[in-house]
């Protein structure tokens, strides 16, 4: 749970989890933090009502397997610890705008 301005706020997990913490929050209100899944902990974002595993948002061919978020500015990167098969790094993760959006 997060406290908001309203009191607390529960924000789920993802599928298969019992428990998630959230690490930070920016201006606009995008929370990341971590959530167990089925098989192992997972970096979350938490934006517009929404849990996203943030392993979804990433080119599964890129090899990276990312199991928590622990920050997020007000252009939206986030700071996530990611798994490759060279090992586990502190990585930044930019968002790439959808079309007719501004970077």
């Known amino acids: 749970p997060v406290h908001g301005a ?4 529960d924000l789920g ?20 933090g971590s ?3 089925a098989t192992a902990p997972h970096a979350f974002l938490y934006t517009d009502g929404v849990m996203i595993d943030i392993n979804t948002l990433v080119d599964p061919a890129l090899g990276w397997e990312f199991d928590a978020a622990h920050d997020i500015n007000e252009r939206g990167q986030i700071l996530a610890t990611g798994c490759n098969p060279d090992g586990c790094f502190g990585v930044r993760l930019d968002p790439v705008a959808s079309s007719g959006e501004e970077p």
Request: proline share 0%; aromatic share 0%.
């Open 35 to 37: 959530s167990a899944t």
């Open 13 to 32: 997990t993802l599928a298969g989890g019992d428990n998630s913490v959230a690490r930070a929050i920016n201006n606009r209100g995008d929370i990341v």
């Open 6 to 9: 309203d009191g607390m706020i």
